[in-house]
Nanobody, 125 residues
């Protein structure tokens, strides 16, 4: 049974940075693409970033491109999301997911057991 656990959320001022981590257990981590989604209050969950199992394919939502960086350490079964120059509109619950779609416009949604519980990021003005 796969387990996905996020950490690193918190409160930060606009312009600041946060680094999220997500550790995966129960599956062979380096065989699966990994990604991040977020859900802001009153809004639908949206794609943030995804990285292929090899790290060679990376995609971002246009709203975060140039500010966020996804990376992974297969030796630690961990994927990261470095978030810089944060804006109040980045306030959301951030979810890590295994086997995400590779592009933001995909309609594919991973099964429920591949998602973490989420970590809350709040960006103040």
């Amino acid at each position: 049974q796969v387990q996905v656990a996020e950490s690193g959320g918190g409160l930060v001022q606009a312009g600041g940075s946060l680094r999220l981590s997500c550790e995966v257990s129960g599956r062979t981590f380096n065989r699966y693409d990994m990604g991040w989604y977020r859900q802001a209050p009153g809004k639908k969950r949206e794609f943030v970033a995804a990285m292929s199992w090899s790290g060679s394919i990376i995609n971002y939502h246009g709203n975060v491109k140039g500010r966020f960086t996804i990376s992974r350490d297969n030796a630690k079964n961990t994927v990261y999301l470095q978030m810089n120059n944060l804006k109040p509109e980045d306030t959301a619950i951030y979810f890590c997911v295994e086997d995400p779609p590779r592009t933001p416009d995909s309609t594919y949604i991973p099964s429920a057991d591949l998602w973490g519980q989420g970590t809350t990021d709040t960006v103040s003005t």
